[in-house]
């Protein structure tokens, strides 16, 4: 027990618990749905993750510096339709133009919502509530209520989806998974070891710290912002690639499930703490109780209330839990400093 | 008498010329010439808006002083920001520290450092902090977050941290103000060693036992001015008070008694389960009897007990001859019982409403009008009466409580509670965080009080302030009332050695 107290954090036994939990639905669901286990469920729960799990990676740096972005779920949907439109008009486009296209569509729609939350000094629940309903509005109306279908596109970005990157047997890691999870390993990186990465946690942790040490804060907000557009707008080229037909309605709600995934994922929704890692073992269950409930024949509208009951459980498992593993955790240490102290307990005020 | 030109070891490091502040209508600081030099300890003290914060804000970078200049190592210097004051040596500990409760021990004491490139190494830095830490004497887990640490171990990493940044001048802002006895004493070794290793050292403490203990020299600032600078060995606390207050007090000095003889409150054998027992004294009209023990002996929860907020759980209470129970506030507050709280913002006062709303909520129902509605006039009357009575200083009664000082507040509070027109007023620690010249002012009116024949019951940890204003002085240990003792019984010596169970207890005939 004192060695497994000294090597891993309360922290990392909440994303532990979280693969748990992930087994034990994957077990239940099994047990409910014929022909669970097979090479076509794990590939439709990987696609679906792979989107949130980008997304969530951004929405991940903006909630570390205590703010929130819900205007993601409009961007996807925004990139996605327009970047569909123009690739449809101008079937040649390369490839990488169009990723590069899609991630600048996405980084310049957060640019704005930065401006509002770390300039304007607007919060960012109703600035980034605000921008939901605007970019999702402007989508509406530059559309003219068209949609983008499949047969417009080209046929490499509709290869995309079942582009088998490492094939292990019959087990595929396709091309969306496969970009999740570059983009997992090197926000992970980076949030590790990247010195300006630390900052986020910083601001997050104690913003009048930071404030006083002169960290760059709106610098970092802003930026957490921009980032996050900018994987949403890599969420919209994905979306595009996964779903071919886009309309309007594309990516909306799509928030909900992001801020899931974080938040279950362990990020503390008061900044400060959390890992990408664990934004995507968050997405991971997230995208496995989509999928199955959507093949178990539950309405949508039931996914809605159980992606609500995760977020409230996890805040609410952030405060109770959290604190428990903690207080654990430091009854250990304090046995040792009271030795050296003995007596100050007295002293503390009752 | 502002003096540059005491002698000091060497030259200056830091030297603050003729600074001046001004806040709107508030002259923060006039007119303050300060010298620190290396390896000395400098004390700076004074009443709350004496103008201390506004000179370690310059110091830190936080506000620009509108008038002088500001010398370091013989060089004018512009301190920008709080980063830009820490390029250059100065930095600040405060009472609550601020690290980053996420971030471990040693990323805490590296945050701020520009200069270690682009990526962390997370083995040298653990190194380097670790380094550090042992050379301050101070054993810590570098890897453990600063979330959880005692208060002390994290003004420790502040330390560690300001050392990592090659402190020249360290400003220690109440750094005592929460940290126990033995706690105190650490700090105050790490603080002599920085002053072997050349550190000037800026001490703000309210603790005048505390700064004389560790000072080299004492500054006293009194509204926004410099008012004398003293070798350590030249300054007595009482000259310091003085010159704090501009006026010779005696901390000590005894309040006449004007208790009478009918018994106003009898308590018999009070308990509250797992929390205090066997409470038994008399109030009488006029008598003001002091609550005496260490923090954490039951007073409190004696005196939430008589107002109900955690109603005791056995024992009788009779108020002028009849028996009551009392079950909750409201209880309380209808037998005439007033408390106020220790904590004024938590449980006292609410904040953001003005002075007039604040004295009249507990007595809301005697200002409604035939509709129902509130007479603020009335209100305001009210609060300005309380105003004059104890010299509430306030732009007017419309002032957010918020704005006020913290002396002004406790007299806001007080006047919450004398407007229930109790004949029992339960105060508990009713100076804490009070600057001098308010708690005379507060003193007074307890005096004042009891003179009109309440019975004040008084929770001081503040023993020269129990013993100044106690008729009589009911001292506690660990959950049980240990002895009664009567004005010429009670003394420093013979409270604490009951408190501290030193002493046997004394049985209850000290009863008058």
Redesign the interface.
Known sequence: MNWLKRNIRPEQVREFSLLALIVVAILIFGSLIDGYYTFRTFNRIASSVAIITVVAVGQTLVVLTRNIDLSVGSIVGFTAYFIGTWIGHDRDINPGLAVLASIAVGAGLGVFNGLLVAFGRVPAVVATLGTLAIYRGVLVDLSGAKTVTTDSLPQWLIDLPNFNVLPFGDLDVRALFAIALVIVVTFQVGAGYLSFARRFYAIGSNPEAAQLIGLPMRGVVFLAFVVCGALAGLGGFMFLARFGNITVEAGRGLELSVVAAVVVGGVNIFGGSGTVVGAMLGAVLIGTLEQSLFRLGISEFWLSAVLGLLILLAVASDAVILRRLRALWAKSELKLAAQSAAGRADERPA | MSDASLPGPRAPILEIRSVAKRFDATQALEDVSLALYPGEIHALVGENGAGKSTLIKIMTG?HQPDRGEILLAGKPVTIA????A?RLGIAAIYQEP??????NVA?NIF??HQD?????G?GKMYRDAEEILAALGVSL?VK??A??L?LAAQQSVEIAKAISMNVRVLIMDEPTASL????VEELFKLARDLRGKGVAILFVSHRMEEVFEIADKVTVFRDGRLISTRLRDEATPQRAIADMVGREIDPTKRRLSVAQNDLLLSVRDLACEGVFEGVSFDLHRGEVLGFAG???A?R??VGLALFGIEPATSGTITLNGKPIEVKSPRDGMNYGIAYVSEDRRQLGLVLPMAVFANISLPALKRYLNSVGLLRTSAERETANHFCQRLAIRTPSVDAEVAKLSGGNQQKVMLSKWLNTNPSILILDEPTRGVDVGSKAEVHAIIGHLASEGIGVIVISSDLPEVLALSDRVLVMREGRQMAILNHNEANPETVMSVAMGQRAAIPDEAQR
């Open positions: 936080v920001s709080a980063a830009g820490q601020l690290l980053f409760p996420d971030l990323e945050i701020s270690r490139g682009t990526f962390v997370w887990d453990s977050p979330r959880g005692t126990s006895a033995h706690e260490l923090i954490g039951g409190t929860d």
